[in-house]
């Protein structure tokens, strides 16, 4: 999981020109997860390992190990929800959308 | 440096540029008076003249969007519109800018609907002009194909990669045949050349994004960054005048002026008024009237103090105004060749806006304006800051 960096931002004559970003994968340094409303809490016991949340997310926030989910990646979900709603597992789903206490 | 002179109307020369560029991808959508630049470059691409992918779409909206997603990919692009079509790219126009995209774009003034109007007028290019793209104009159709020619190598240069818009009259130039001269096959590719993309979507190896979102912690540099680019195109663009001259024996200045050295009042125009006003200035002279002309060739960057400098020996100024900005103080050139003049001289300047929706500017309206000069000349002050120049009173 990335950590959020904190840097001295670069001046006019330093950014890239256009908003183009050639840094490949760059997000995985930034925390773009603080908007969410409602986190996904995942469930070891009930998961079936059927991978269809991680097809699923639009944003790589299922984080798997050695092709299992191991778990969810909260500094870059955004909380659509795909996730828990995709899972097929009755009766009780192995993700659940709570809401996020602040 | 090997020509040949043929009589061609405004678009036929830009369509004449075009293939010979020969742009990777363009995207266009027909609209009057462009429609013809656009038939006889596609004849071009049909009869096998060139390999340009033409991209047929349903509107300008999605012409410029095909340009922008071409030209984020690393293609050479190139598009053209009139009027409403510009209208209807316009969210996309700045999008092209922003991304930093050298697309090129001839475009056919025509006046802004309403009431709906197909002839010539300023007033779509009035529309982009804070839009960061650089901005030339043309005064007859051999301009029409010399800035044409040199806009892509200004758009593509890689401290500068603004997009770039060349502006011809519609109807007056683009329909009216001219004799002109075309240059050598072989000299202008070489002298266009080919385009290098700094940044492009299409390398696997270097993968970038374009579009990302900007926020308050980077947009204001990155339009910080347009701003020096267009700062810095005004060297550039007379760099490759000069390299152009080469080619065409002449070298294009960012404003020209015309018997304007020794003038006591002048007029400052854009576009195929500054070819009617020279027969004026002649007929003047001869009547022993110092009259002068002045040419906004490069409108986009601004040259102030280039203006400011031509400008500082004359008794009276008018600055002419196919466009209005309906703002109660004058017309878009008017305004910025007083704010250019601001603090440098004390010259009375004076606005005509004329020629809306096609409206004629002969020889009679410009002779107005050179006697109205005259007269302000002599008391030093003038009757009306803007005038209608034409309109049924």
Same mark, same amino acid.
């Given at each position: ?13 330093? %950014? %890239? ?35 269809? @949340? ?15 989910? @191991? ?5 870059? @979900? ?19 959308? %709570?809401?996020?206490?602040? | ?26 995207? /266009?959508?027909?609209? =009057? ?90 007033? !779509?290019?009035?529309?982009?002009? !804070? ?25 593509? &240069? ?20 001219? &004799?002109? #001269? ?16 700094? #940044? ?8 970038? =994004? ?6 308050? !912690? ?19 663009? /007379? ?23 020794? /003038? ?58 196919? /466009? ?17 003049? #601001? ?7 004076? &606005? ?7 409206? !004629? ?17 002599? =008391? ?14």
């Amino acid at each position: 999981m990335a950590k959020t960096e904190k840097v001295k931002l670069p001046s006019w004559k330093e %950014v %890239v020109i256009g908003g183009i970003n050639p840094d490949a994968g760059s997000a995985a340094k930034y925390n773009s997860g603080t908007w969410r409303t409602f986190k996904p809490v995942w469930s070891d016991e009930r998961c079936i390992q059927c991978n269809l @949340c991680w097809i699923h997310c639009p944003d790589s926030s299922i984080m798997i190990k050695d092709g299992k989910v @191991c778990g969810m990646d909260l500094v870059h @979900c955004k909380g659509c929800g795909i996730c828990a709603s995709i899972c097929p597992v009755k009766p009780k789903k192995a993700i659940e959308m %709570v809401k996020e206490e602040k | 440096m090997s020509k040949k002179l043929l009589a061609l109307t405004g678009n036929d020369a830009a369509a004449y540029a075009m293939k010979q560029i020969n742009p990777d991808v363009v995207a /266009a959508y027909p609209i =009057t008076p462009q429609t013809s630049l656009m038939e006889k470059f596609a004849q071009f691409v049909a009869d096998g003249e060139l390999d340009t992918e033409i991209v047929l779409v349903e509107s300008e909206h999605s012409a410029m969007s095909a340009c922008v997603g071409a030209s984020s990919a690393g293609a050479r692009v190139m598009t053209a519109t009139s009027s409403q079509g510009l209208a209807l790219m316009w969210e996309i126009v700045y999008i092209a800018s922003s991304y930093r995209l050298p697309i090129v774009m001839p475009l056919v003034n025509r006046a802004l609907s309403g009431p709906i109007n197909i002839h010539c007028d300023h007033s !779509d290019a009035m529309g982009i002009r !804070d839009s960061g793209w650089i901005q030339l104009w043309a005064e007859n159709a051999q301009e029409v194909y010399d800035n044409l020619l040199q806009a892509i190598r200004i758009a593509e &240069n890689s401290d500068i990669l603004l997009p770039v818009v060349v502006n011809y009259d519609g109807f007056i130039i683009s329909h009216a045949i001219e &004799n002109m #001269y075309l240059y050598d096959d072989a000299e202008v590719k070489k002298f266009v050349g080919e385009y290098k993309p700094k #940044y492009t979507l299409l390398d696997p190896k270097k993968p970038t =994004t374009f579009g990302g979102f900007d926020l308050p !912690d980077y947009y204001f540099e990155h339009r910080r960054q347009m701003a020096d680019a267009m700062t810095k195109s005004a060297k550039v663009i /007379a760099d490759v005048a000069k390299e152009f001259s080469k080619i065409c024996g002449r070298e294009y200045k960012s404003i020209e002026g015309y018997k304007l050295e020794d /003038a006591e009042v002048a007029i400052v125009a854009l576009g195929s008024t500054v070819g009617t006003a020279r027969a004026v200035v002649d007929d003047l002279r001869e009547k022993g009237i110092k009259a002068g002309l002045l040419k906004i060739r490069m409108f986009r960057p601004f040259p102030e103090n280039e203006i400011a400098d031509a400008l500082k020996h004359l008794k009276a100024i008018a600055v002419l105004d196919r /466009a209005d900005a309906l703002n109660a103080v004058g017309g878009p050139l008017f305004d910025e060749i007083r704010a250019a003049l #601001y603090k440098k001289s004390t010259i009375p300047v004076v &606005n005509y806006v004329y020629g809306l929706g096609g409206r !004629d500017m002969g020889l009679l309206e410009i002779n107005k304006v050179y006697s109205d000069l005259a007269e302000i000349a002599k =008391t030093g002050r003038a009757k009306d800051l803007v005038t209608y120049l034409g309109v049924r009173d």
